[in-house]
C-alpha cells in the first residue's frame, strides 16, 4: 500500500472513530464519513475497506493490536505466585495505558462504548478480543484465584466489569473533551483495578445463571 493510499485510510478511519463515537454507530452513513473525511470521493469507504462492517473491524484493530501487544508483555512478566489483583491488572491497564498514549482529543472510548451498544457491531469486538492465548490464560489463572465461586457467577461478573470498564472510561474521555478533567489515565486505570478485584471476589450468594445470557463477558 502506497503511503498516499494508507494515509488516506488513516484519516477516513479517524472521521469515522469521532463520528461514529458522537452519534452512534447506525447514525453514521458511509457518504457522512467521507465528507468529514474531506474527501470528494464517496467510494472511498468501498475501496479502502469493502464495506461498513469492513471499516469497523479495521477501527476495532486499530484499538485492540496495541492493548494486546502490552498485555503480552505484561502476561510474560507475570510471576506463578502473583495474586489476583496483579492478574486483573493485566487485562485492565493496557487498555488505560493505550488511552492515555492517544493524541487529544481522542473518541477510542467512546467509540468502542457505541461498538458495544449494537450487537451485531459488539460480536466484532468480542471475537477480536476473546480468542487470544493471553486472554484464556488470564482467565483460567482468575478462576484459579477463585475456586470457590461458580464460574456462572465468575462469567457475569467479568462481563459486568467489562461494562463498568468501559463505561468510566468513555464518560472520563467525554470530560476531558469538555475540560472538566485533566487527563491521569493511569489513576482511572488503579481505581477501577481496585474496584474490579473487590467485585470480582465478593462471596457468592446465590445462583447467577440469568446473568450468563445477559451479560457479555468481554474485556478490553
Known amino acids: ?43 472511498a469507504i468501498a475501496y479502502h475497506f469493502g464495506s461498513r462492517d469492513g471499516l469497523l473491524r479495521a477501527l476495532i484493530e486499530r484499538s485492540v493490536l496495541p492493548i494486546d501487544a502490552r498485555r503480552q508483555q505484561l ?31 481522542s473518541w477510542r472510548a467512546r467509540f468502542l462504548f457505541q461498538v458495544r451498544t449494537v450487537p451485531s457491531v459488539g460480536r466484532l469486538l468480542t471475537d477480536s478480543i476473546l480468542h487470544g492465548e493471553d ?23 467479568s462481563g459486568i466489569m467489562g461494562h463498568l470498564v468501559l463505561g468510566i472510561s468513555s464518560q472520563y474521555e467525554q470530560r476531558i473533551h469538555e475540560g ?21 471476589s465478593a462471596p457468592s450468594t446465590q445462583r447467577a445463571d440469568f446473568m450468563v445470557t445477559t451479560v457479555d463477558p468481554t474485556f478490553i
Open 75 to 105: 502476561v510474560a512478566e507475570l510471576g506463578e505466585e502473583a495474586g489476583l489483583r496483579e492478574v486483573l491488572a493485566c487485562r485492565i491497564l493496557p487498555w488505560l495505558e493505550h488511552l492515555g498514549q492517544l493524541p487529544a482529543p
Open 1 to 43: 500500500m502506497s503511503g498516499h493510499s494508507e494515509r488516506a485510510r488513516e484519516v477516513l478511519l479517524d472521521a469515522a472513530e469521532e463520528l461514529y463515537a458522537c452519534h452512534g454507530i447506525d447514525a453514521v452513513s458511509s457518504r457522512r464519513i467521507t465528507e468529514h473525511a474531506g474527501t470528494a470521493n464517496h467510494s
Open 180 to 200: 472538566a478533567e485533566q487527563a491521569d489515565w493511569l489513576a482511572v486505570g488503579y481505581f477501577l483495578l481496585d474496584t474490579c478485584v473487590g467485585m470480582i
Open 135 to 157: 486472554i484464556e490464560r488470564l482467565n483460567l489463572r482468575t478462576a484459579q484465584q477463585l475456586e470457590g465461586i461458580p464460574a456462572a457467577v465468575l462469567r457475569a461478573r
